[in-house]
C-alpha cells in the first residue's frame, strides 16, 4: 500500500491574507515535497494547469528540481494533459526526470479538467476525444522502450523510431486518471496501465463498480491485475473543528469560482460537511482522516492513496502542518487499520 500527496500548485496567501507571488508558491511546492519525502510518504505529485489561479504550467520542472533534495520518495504529476502535449516529448522528460531522480519518477496521464491548454497551444476543442485516445495510444507504444512504429489521424506516422533516453529500469512508472466513465475505466483496462479514481464527490462507495469494472476488463483483455489508486481532497490538522474551519473557506472559494464557470451554485456549508462525514473531503484530525482512508482502501481494494492535500488559497504553514500529520501520524494509523482488518 502506497500513500502520495497532491497539490495542483494553487495560488496561496500568506499569514495576512497577501496573496504569493508564482515563483514563491513554486519554490513552497519543493519544499512541501522536501518535507514529504522527510516525514515518510511515499509519493508526491504536482498537477498541471494554465490558468491564473495555479502556478504549476511545468510539473516535471518543479518535480526535478524537488529530486536533487529528496530521497526516496517518488516524484509524479497529477496530472499530466496529454491531450495537449506531445506524447513523445512526454516520455522523453519525464524519462529525463526518472534519471536525474534515480529511478522515482512516474507520470500520470489524463485529459485534465480544465481546457485552457486547448487554446494555448492552438489545439481544437472539438477534437478532443480523438487527441486523448490516439496519444494514449502512441504513448503505450512507448512504454515498451523500443523501436516504434505507429499510424494515427493527429500527426505524421512514427516508422521505427528510437525514443531516448531509456529507462534504466525498462519501463517508465505511469497512471492514466480517470474521472469515472467506464469507456476511460476500460481504456487503462486495455493499455495494462495502473488506473488512477480521481473522487472529487460523493462517497468512494459509489466507484466500486468502476474498480470492479477495470480488475473485470483486464482480466478479460489479459493485461493483468494493476494496481488502482485514488485520488481525493482533504486537510489534517490537530482536531476536526480546526482542520475544517481552516478548510472550508478556502475550499469553497476555490469551488465557487470553478462553479461559476460552469454554470454551478454557490458552494454552501451544509454541502462542505456532508462531503466531510460521508463524501470524498478527507479533512479532520489525524484520527479521523485515516480511519476514512482505511474505509475507502478496504471499500475499493486499491493499493495508492493520494490526498490532494492544497486546496485554494491555503497558507503554507498550513500545509506544511497537514503533511507533517499526514506521514507521521495518519499513515501508520492507517496501516495499523488495515492490519486489523
Not at 522502450?145 to 529507462?167: A, D, S
Not at 475544517?244 to 470553478?258: M, S, T
Amino acid at each position: 500500500m502506497e500513500f502520495g500527496l497532491d497539490t495542483f500548485g494553487d495560488m496561496t496567501v500568506d499569514a495576512d491574507g497577501n496573496r504569493l507571488s508564482y515563483a514563491q508558491v513554486l519554490r513552497n511546492i519543493v519544499e512541501q515535497a522536501v518535507l514529504a519525502d522527510r516525514v515518510g510518504i511515499d509519493a508526491f505529485a504536482v498537477g498541471e494547469h494554465h490558468r491564473d489561479d495555479f502556478a504549476a504550467t511545468a510539473p516535471e520542472i518543479v518535480l526535478a528540481a524537488a529530486a536533487s533534495r529528496t530521497e526516496r520518495i517518488l516524484l509524479g504529476t497529477a496530472v499530466t494533459v496529454l491531450s495537449s502535449d506531445d506524447p513523445v516529448r512526454v516520455f522523453e522528460r519525464f524519462a529525463t526526470l526518472d534519471a536525474v531522480s534515480n529511478g522515482r519518477a512516474e507520470v500520470q496521464l489524463g485529459r485534465g479538467s480544465f481546457t485552457e491548454s486547448f487554446p494555448l497551444y492552438g489545439l481544437d476543442l472539438a477534437d478532443y476525444e480523438v487527441l486523448f485516445s490516439e496519444k494514449l495510444d502512441l504513448f503505450a507504444h512507448l512504454l515498451d522502450e523500443g523501436p516504434v512504429t505507429w499510424q494515427g489521424t493527429i500527426r505524421p506516422p512514427l516508422n521505427g523510431v528510437e525514443v531516448y533516453p531509456k529507462t534504466e529500469s525498462g519501463r517508465l512508472r505511469t497512471w492514466i486518471g480517470v474521472g469515472g466513465s467506464p469507456e476511460s475505466v476500460v481504456r487503462a483496462a486495455r493499455y495494462g496501465i495502473p488506473m488512477m479514481l480521481a473522487i472529487i464527490g460523493g462517497s468512494a462507495a459509489r466507484f466500486a463498480p468502476f474498480a470492479d469494472l477495470y480488475r473485470r476488463a483486464g482480466a478479460e483483455l489479459g493485461t493483468g491485475d494493476q494496481p488502482i489508486g485514488v485520488h481525493s481532497p482533504g486537510h489534517i490538522a490537530d482536531t476536526d473543528e480546526q482542520a475544517r474551519e481552516e478548510l472550508y473557506p478556502h475550499f469553497k472559494a476555490n469551488r465557487d469560482r470553478i462553479g461559476g464557470e460552469r454554470g454551478w451554485g454557490p458552494m454552501q456549508r451544509g454541502e462542505f460537511e456532508r462531503e466531510a462525514e460521508a463524501g470524498a473531503l478527507y479533512v479532520g484530525s489525524p484520527e479521523t482522516v485515516a480511519h476514512k482512508i482505511a474505509e475507502t482502501v478496504r471499500t475499493l481494494g486499491v493499493a495508492r492513496f493520494d490526498l490532494k492535500f492544497a486546496n485554494g488559497s491555503m497558507p503554507h504553514e498550513e500545509l506544511v502542518h497537514s503533511i507533517e500529520l499526514y506521514g507521521t501520524r495518519v499513515i501508520p494509523r492507517v496501516r495499523e487499520l488495515l492490519d486489523e482488518g
